[in-house]
Each structure stands twice: as C-alpha cells, then as structure tokens.
C-alpha cells in the first residue's frame, strides 16, 4: 500500500465523481492493464476496490469513479462526501481478476451504470493496439451516463453504441443482434449492476457463447439468505487445529478471533483477496470472483462469505 495524493475531482454524472489520483513527488505509479482495480482505504476500517478507467498507458495518474450508493456500508458515501482535492488516500497496487484475452481477434465490450470504468481502460487499450472491438453502453436515463464528453473525444468514439432506457425504442440494446452468430476468436466482457450481467450472460450462453469467452467482473455480490445456515468446522492442515464456525459468524471472522490473518478487502466475495485453498470437504460457494468451473474444483474458496457443505473443510492453512 501506498499514497497518493486526490488532485481532481469531477461530477461525472448523477451520483458518479471522478477522482484522479498521482504520487506527491510525481513519481511514475505502478503499471496496470486493462480491466485492473486498486484497493482505496476509505477510512481506517473500511477499504474498496475501484476499477481504474484512464488508459493504460499513463503513468502519471489512476482515475477512478464512485457510484454514490444510498446504502453505502461508509465507502461511497466516504468518497463523495469526506474525500476532496487535496487529500491523501491509501492505495495498493492495481489488480486484474479481468483482463483482455490476448489472443482473441474481435472484443465486444459491454458497460452497465458505473460498470463502464473497466471497459474504458479497456478501450483506450484495444485501439491502441488496433484491435477489433464494439462498446455498447447501457444507461437508464442520459443524466446518469459519465464520461460521456470523454467518450465523444476518445479516438474511439465512433466504436460506442449509447442504450438509454428512457430513449427511444430503436436505439435501446439488441443483444440477439450484439451477440449473434458467436466465433472462437470473439470474446465478451461485461460490468455493471447484478442484475444488468445476468441478463447479458443469460443471452450470451442462450446465443451458443462458451464461458470460456464470457468475462464479467462484479461491483458487489448477490444477497445470500442467512436464516439456513448452519455451524460447521475448519481444520488447519498445518497445526491440525480444529475451529468451530457458528451459524451467525463467517470463516473469516473465526480465523481473525484465532489469531489468524488473512488478507481480505470487500469481505462479499467479490474481490478475491482472500481465496484459500481446500485441501478436503465440500465449500458451499457464495462469492462472484470465481467461475462456475472454478467452483467445481472445490479446492478453493472464499472465507469472507463462502460456508461449506459438509461436517468439516480442511484448509491449507
């Protein structure tokens, strides 16, 4: 983790701000690829991950972008309310749990709401490297669009397709028409609200799409009922000890009463900073970081959320 230093902030659009972020010494920041996020420390206790949206090839700067949530757990409501130009915020160095497909010959890139952050960097790289690709870019209504200034400016305006819910029948998104016809050299990235990636991922696996060519990456997982939960155990296979996990408290939470650190970030399963691995029992898999095929192998799991199916998991711990 490290400093930086908030040297703009912008009104993107409803509820959205921008915040550029560089060194204090104006130092080179670490380099990311397409589709990478950076951990924010909002305040002491609380930490988030924002997808960084400028391109690739700057240096000098990260921007990001916060949805103001209503319902904010203290990190967007920290960011748009407590958090201006001149402040100091920690930051670690970016992440990618979804990159561009290097060997694929045609992209087609799909933004929801605030989920247009990564495929902007996305963007900005593919026409640097002139590479094939669309952007199709769902909103509810225009005064809830950023960056669309930006967009109009980017050497890859003329890639954009704009959906606006409240526009006009013919313009809103046709993913029989986006998605048809699916090649092997064609991939698919989608981001944005729950809801808005399970209908593009339905359709896309209803048009033929293998997963292996569908890449998503979640703002925030889905609402799991807790009122079945059940108390399990956790054996750590290099002490041998064995922790009870009540029904009411996570894997996470017992570890950290033990004594033992894990490194975790937006505890939902989200991020993956704290995948284990499962060296024996079944996990009841509740995060988003993972594929269906990954979840399949039940030989890692996330303790922040994840439960388990069976008496008794054994972690590599």
């Not at 960097?121 to 200034?149: I, K, N, S, T, W």
């Not at 028409?177 to 989608?190: E, F, G, I, K, S």
């Not at 033990?258 to 509740?286: N, Y």
Request: charged content about 25%; hydrophobic content about 40%.
């Amino acid at each position: 983790m490290f400093d930086v230093i908030v040297v703009k902030k912008r009104q993107e659009a409803e509820g959205i701000c921008s915040f550029e972020l560089r060194r204090e010494d104006g130092q080179p920041l670490p380099d990311f690829t397409a589709g990478a996020h950076i951990d924010v420390q909002t305040s002491a206790d609380i930490t988030r991950q924002y997808s960084l949206c400028n391109s690739p090839l700057e240096r000098d700067r990260y921007v990001i972008a916060v949805l103001y949530e209503p319902t904010s757990r203290g990190g967007s409501r920290g960011m748009h309310e407590r958090i201006g130009v001149g402040d100091r915020l920690t930051i670690s160095a970016p992440k990618n749990h979804f990159p561009l497909n290097t060997g694929a010959r045609r992209s087609v890139l799909l933004g929801g709401g605030i989920g247009i952050t990564p495929i902007l960097a996305m963007a900005f790289q593919l026409v640097r490297e002139g590479a094939e690709f669309e952007l199709h870019y769902c909103v509810r209504e225009p005064r809830r669009a950023a960056f669309l200034p930006l967009i109009g400016e980017s050497d890859f305006a003329d890639k954009v397709s704009l959906h606006f819910d409240s526009g006009e029948r013919d313009q809103l998104l046709d993913l029989n028409r986006v998605l048809a016809a699916p090649c092997a050299d064609t991939h698919l990235y989608v981001c944005g609200p729950n809801g808005f990636m399970d209908y593009v991922i339905n359709a896309a696996h209803g048009l033929g799409w293998p997963t292996e060519q569908i890449h998503r990456e979640y703002f925030a997982a889905s609402v799991v009922a807790h009122d079945v939960d059940q108390a399990f155990e956790v054996e750590l296979a290099e002490t041998g000890r064995v922790l009870q996990v009540p029904a009411d408290k996570s894997v996470l939470d017992v570890l950290c009463a033990a004594g033992i650190e894990l490194p975790s970030s937006c505890k939902q399963g989200v991020c993956g900073a704290c995948l284990t691995e499962v060296l024996d029992g079944i996990p009841d898999h509740r995060d988003v970081f993972m594929s269906e095929k990954e979840h399949a192998l039940n030989d890692q799991f996330t303790p922040c959320c994840s439960r388990s199916k069976s008496r008794r998991l054994v972690l590599a711990l």
